[in-house]
């Protein structure tokens, strides 16, 4: 019963998020609980974390512009463009 409140309180703190938030709370959950699972203790499960929340950040900016990529010139700038 615990763990199935805890679940729809998880659930309804992100959903007014945009898609960047959730995916860095998504991806710092799970990089916290594999972090956690692989090394057994806090500290990984802190880089995880960390790892995890950014890169979940990431893709849920990517997602965020459906039809738009990411580009670079001959210069090094990135910029964005449609796809």
Not at 27 to 37: D, H, S, V
Request: hydrophobic share 40%; proline share 1%.
């Amino acid at each position: 019963m615990k763990k199935a409140i805890a679940l729809v309180l998880v659930g309804l703190s992100v959903a007014s998020c945009t898609q960047t938030e959730k995916g860095a709370g998504i991806g710092a959950a799970t990089g916290a609980i594999i972090g956690g699972a692989v090394t057994g203790n806090v500290r990984g499960a802190a880089v995880g974390a960390a790892i995890g929340g950014v890169s979940g950040a990431l893709i849920g900016h990517v997602a965020d512009q459906p039809g738009q990529c990411y580009y670079r010139d001959r210069y090094g700038r990135r910029y964005i463009d449609d796809c």
